[in-house]
């Protein structure tokens, strides 16, 4: 119902007044009477869809959300991902943080992508409002708001993925020009495996006999420590072929280990790191000499174009490099299929029309 009312002041306001789907009642008081009656209309409607909200759940504020979430919501999650999380929230937390969740609409929020992209790059910008996009989901699954007012927002667009796929000349040219270890480039090269993969690869896990190396773990460096999990995919569970010239150093690394030995390993024994590994065996100062730009994950990149040099198809190219999706596959290395545009034009051009002109 809609309460007329006058205040002390004179003047007149509108309050709302109705039961709750619990049986209890809430209100609201407007200053016009549309307001009040376009009000009371919502709060009906939502209470026969189902999907009414109590109004004072909403008042908790963002910050409040997070730390619900963090300790119940992302404890399934990998450590790397939830740091990934910790790290995005220092970019909501300054502006959205203090505020009611009901209280966050999408302007707002569209508000808070423009600004952050004034001063942060597009992955940093997508990935806080992943996570702002996450909590929201939260909010209302735990029935704090009923919609997500972030789902929709116009996002920065992401750069061309950059080029930085090496020749076969220049991965043998980076190993051989290594101080130590140039092996380890070659293997990253013609197995397409992640840092992380090739740093927890073990002796168990090759098969020098059938040529296959099984990838079945990873191990990621997180805030000083190595975290080892399996792959983050069930695509990234996976066989990878062994070319000849890799299974030589493979098995060179492999004489007089155990089988739960790892293949690559520090001098200490432990898991490689990345930053200590590049200084450390001469891979930086070795492309910088050499005129290349390149990082580890750039030699995983570079197995794709070698792998399609070999005439591999996009299928065996996403098996081996355990994308689970081949779009993903596809978007990356859909360059290297351009010379293909040629063949298939010439192909058109020598196509015959029949006698009646079909």
């Known amino acids: 119902m809609i309460e007329r009312r006058e205040r002390k002041d004179g003047a007149i306001t509108y309050r709302v007044r109705y039961r709750t789907p619990d049986g209890g009642f809430r209100s609201r008081s407007f200053r016009r009477r549309g307001d ?28 409040m959300v997070w730390e619900e979430y963090e ?39 569209a508000e808070w992508v423009a600004n952050l992209s004034k001063t942060a790059g597009t992955d940093t910008v997508r990935r806080a409002h992943g996570v702002l996009c996450r909590l929201l989901d939260h909010a209302c699954r735990t029935r704090r708001v009923p919609v997500n007012v972030a789902r929709g927002v116009r ?70 420590r190595i975290d080892v999990d399996q792959p983050k995919s069930r695509a990234g569970h996976r066989y990878v072929p062994i070319p000849g010239r890799i299974a030589t150093l493979l098995e060179s690394r492999m004489a007089g280990k155990p089988a739960d030995a790892l293949v690559f390993a520090s001098p200490q024994g432990d898991f490689l790191r990345s930053r200590n590994w590049r200084r450390r065996s001469g891979f ?46 596809a978007r990356i290395y859909a360059h290297l299929y351009d010379d293909e545009l040629d063949t298939v034009a010439a192909a058109l051009d020598g196509l015959h029309v029949d006698s009646e002109g079909y």
Not at 39 to 60: C, I, L, N, S, T
Request: proline share 3%; glycine share 8%; aromatic share 6%.
């Open 71 to 109: 300790r119940s919501g992302m404890t399934h999650l990998r450590v790397t991902t939830q740091n990934g999380y910790r790290y995005a929230w220092k970019h909501i937390e300054p502006t959205l943080g203090r505020w009611p969740v009901a209280k966050i609409e999408h302007a707002d929020v």
């Open 155 to 224: 996002l920065p667009k992401r750069a061309p993925a950059r080029e930085r796929i090496l020749t076969m000349a220049q991965v043998h040219a980076l190993a051989d020009g290594m101080s130590s270890e140039g092996d380890v480039v070659l293997a990253l090269a013609y197995l397409g495996l992640r840092w992380s993969e090739l740093a927890a690869l073990r002796c168990e896990d090759v098969n020098l006999d059938r040529r296959r190396v099984h990838v079945v773990q990873r191990a990621t460096e997180v805030e000083g």
């Open 36 to 63: 009040a009656v376009v009000y009371e209309r919502e709060m009906e409607a939502q209470k026969r869809r189902g999907d009414w909200v109590d109004p004072q759940r909403g008042r908790v504020t963002l910050a």
């Open 284 to 329: 930086d100062s070795t492309a910088e000499a050499l005129g290349i730009v390149v990082t580890p994950h750039d030699l995983r990149r570079t197995f794709g174009s070698l792998a399609r040099m070999a005439g591999a198809d996009l299928r065996f190219i996403q098996k081996a490099m355990g994308h689970e999706s081949i779009t993903t596959t």
